[in-house]
């Protein structure tokens, strides 16, 4: 491994402590399954290394190729802006680095059995399927793209035996958490779980719990946080983007 491509994760950081936390801790699971290979940590905001920071670092030991990892669920504007700009930025600055982006973690069928489990550890057991309703709440985007492929997750989440599941959002979107909730329990459903759809703690997470309480939901999953899912899927999203930048394919450079 010691010729592969450094594996840059970078998050979108929050003033809240836990959000930096939880990033750590995945992306320690994540280097724990793949001795050798050189994997890091970069924040859009809030937090350090920054992006420029961390490849600085990276080209200072040596690397001299990297994949980029956005740690979100969808494309939205931080996907399709403020990574490519940071890395762009970077780069031109960093002669002989390259730097392939990959793709965004959703969607998955792992980030679906990441959300079965954080729902199993909430309580609920396999026959619990058929007779419950599942709010998939997420944080919310003014990208019709992002909303959009929430919706799809919720569809295909609905195909593995949750008897209905429908999206939600706690900001820029709607309907909001407890408007699910309460429209579910409307339509009859007698037990009603939240499935928070964000990866680390913070003041939208806390939105999508106090919402579910509210509207007296019976079930809140916490969030998908440091899952060996998600560890799995930040390599799966590393290695199909590698195996491009392998095959000659074009990587940001200087």
Request: glycine residues 6%; hydrophobic residues 50%; aromatic residues 4%.
């Amino acid at each position: 491994m010691s010729h592969a491509p450094a594996l840059l994760v970078i998050a979108h950081g929050s003033r809240d402590p836990r959000h930096a936390a939880t990033v750590h801790a995945l992306v320690g699971r994540a280097r724990a399954l793949r001795p050798g290979l050189r994997v890091e940590t970069a924040f859009l905001d809030f937090n350090t290394p920054t992006v420029g920071q961390a490849l600085s670092s990276l080209y200072l030991s040596g690397v001299r190729e990297v994949v980029a990892l956005p740690l979100l669920l969808t494309r939205a504007f931080h996907a399709k802006s403020d990574i490519p700009a940071a890395l762009a930025e970077s780069s031109a600055r960093l002669p002989g680095l390259s730097v392939r982006v990959a793709d965004v973690l959703g969607p998955s069928p792992l980030l679906l059995s990441a959300l079965d489990r954080r729902l199993a550890e909430a309580g609920l057991t396999p026959a619990d399927r058929a007779t419950t309703a599942v709010v998939l709440a997420s944080a919310g985007s003014t990208d019709p793209e992002a909303i959009a492929a929430i919706a799809e997750t919720a569809r295909e989440w609905r195909h593995t035996g949750w008897c209905a599941v429908r999206p939600a959002f706690a900001s820029a979107a709607l309907p909001r958490t407890e408007d699910a909730v309460r429209a579910l329990r409307a339509e009859g459903f007698a037990r009603v779980a939240v499935a928070p759809y964000v990866i680390a703690p913070g003041r939208l997470p806390d939105r999508i719990a106090a919402g579910a309480e509210a509207a007296g939901a019976d079930v809140v999953a916490g969030v998908l946080g440091a899952s060996p899912e998600l560890a799995r899927l930040l390599l799966h999203r590393y290695d199909a983007s590698a195996a491009t930048t392998s095959a000659g394919l074009p990587a940001l450079t200087a």
